[in-house]
């Protein structure tokens, strides 16, 4: 109930429809009060006939006349009288028209009509209040047909109370959605059409290479060992680069594309990082590196231990490759008030300030000679991986100087 008391609509209606009934009741009464005194006057009139008739031929019967009109008659009077009447067709079932009293009005016509009168008002303003609600079906008709045929930017109002103003708060919602869906879907569309331009495009060197690795080594059956051995050797390395490069862009597009649920937990970085040492341990030992690891005891962070490990690899892999013969790899973890921060530091040649801002850009390769078949995908995916569980990363360098990379995680609330 009180829902309909609320809706504007409701009220509207039922406002202009009090009003309209009081109008018209006055208008009844003022009618109906008019009918009743030309009828009061009628009587009146034949009431004094009678007892002027009467009374100029018998006068003493003045009091007895008088008492019967204006005090009322007993009943043998009334008994009698209606006898005699009936004798000349004079009863209460004669035709109101053969009534004297009654003969001039028209009373049950007009009230007829005015009955009938009072309806115009009443069908105008329900006519009104249609007109105006179908006028906002309309107008709703319309909104849809709009976003049906892709135009999103048409919105209802729905700042007052009442029904419809929830029907455009709504239906405003329902296209707020469908917009963000649409362009979703146009993004997910665009981010395939240039995942698969950029993957076929970086295959395309390897495959070429070993396309002609494997002629030669079909078309020359005399071929010395050592190059037969050297050929195969080079296949190798470019199918462990397409192996590589294939594997991660598979998971740079599922964590781009949304395909994957991270499994947020309280993790410790000290023994993720500690795991990463020794996994890396062989690359590092190639060159006479050493990776030094400096902080993190009792540090926890919010975030997937598996999909924070890719992540931190990756870092780590990239400084090694970068940092000199006999260089060094700091991966410090850092308390700074509200946040945690995880750096991995090498010795390396650094990064332009030019180039500085397209590091984490998918395959996007800087001028270094540290990694001349880089591909490009490490970076980005890292990024992807830690902006996905709600950690930022960043990169500082001065050429010369190494690189800096900072991961970022606010603390975790116990």
Wanted: hydrophobic letters at 40%; a negative charge; glycine letters at 6%.
């Amino acid at each position: 109930m009180n829902e309909v008391i609320r809706n504007p609509e409701w009220k509207s209606v039922f406002t202009k429809f009090i009003l309209v009934q009081l109008g018209l009741a006055v208008l009844i009464y003022i009618v109906m009060n008019q009918q009743i005194q030309s009828i009061n006057e009628t009587v009146v009139n034949q009431h004094a006939a009678f007892v002027g008739q009467v009374l100029s031929k018998q006068p003493q019967l003045e009091d007895q006349l008088v008492h019967n009109i204006t005090q009322g008659s007993d009943q043998q009077d009334l008994t009698l009288g209606k006898q005699i009447l009936s004798q000349y067709g004079y009863t209460e079932q004669m035709n109101i028209q053969d009534q004297p009293a009654l003969s001039g009005a028209v009373l049950p016509g007009n009230t007829a009509l005015i009955f009938f009168l009072c309806g115009i008002p009443v069908l105008m303003l329900l006519f009104w209040e249609y007109r105006k609600l179908f006028s906002r079906i309309r107008r709703v008709t319309h909104a849809a047909e709009q976003v049906v045929e892709g135009q999103f930017n048409t919105s209802l109002p729905e700042n007052a109370e009442g029904d419809f103003s929830a029907l455009g708060h709504s239906f405003n919602m329902m296209a707020g959605r469908l917009s963000h869906s649409v362009d979703q879907l146009k993004q997910e569309k665009t981010f395939l059409s240039h995942l698969l331009t950029d993957i076929s495009h970086q295959l395309k060197t390897p495959l070429a290479s070993l396309l002609v690795f494997n002629d030669n080594m079909l078309h020359d059956p005399h071929m010395k060992e050592e190059i037969r051995t050297t050929f195969l050797e080079r296949s190798r390395q470019q199918i462990e680069r397409m192996e590589w490069l294939i594997i991660s862009l598979l998971k740079l597009a599922r964590v781009e594309a949304g395909a994957i649920v991270f499994q947020m937990q309280n993790v410790k970085p000290k023994d993720i990082i500690e795991s990463t040492v020794m996994t890396l341990q062989t690359l590092a030992e190639q060159k006479r590196q050493t990776i030094i690891v400096r902080g993190g005891e009792g540090m926890l962070l919010h975030a997937d231990e598996e999909w924070l490990t890719e992540a931190i690899i990756n870092l780590t892999k990239n400084a090694l490759e970068h940092s000199p013969v006999s260089g060094k790899v700091y991966i410090t973890m850092e308390d700074e008030g509200l946040f945690h921060s995880i750096i991995i530091r090498d010795e390396g040649e650094g990064i332009s300030t030019d180039q500085i801002s397209h590091v984490f850009t998918r395959f996007y390769r800087g001028r270094s000679n540290a990694k001349p078949h880089s591909t490009g995908v490490g970076l980005s995916l890292t990024k992807s991986i830690i902006e996905g569980m709600g950690g930022t990363i960043s990169v500082s360098s001065e050429p010369g100087k190494g690189a800096e990379f900072r991961i970022t995680f606010m603390k975790t609330v116990y």
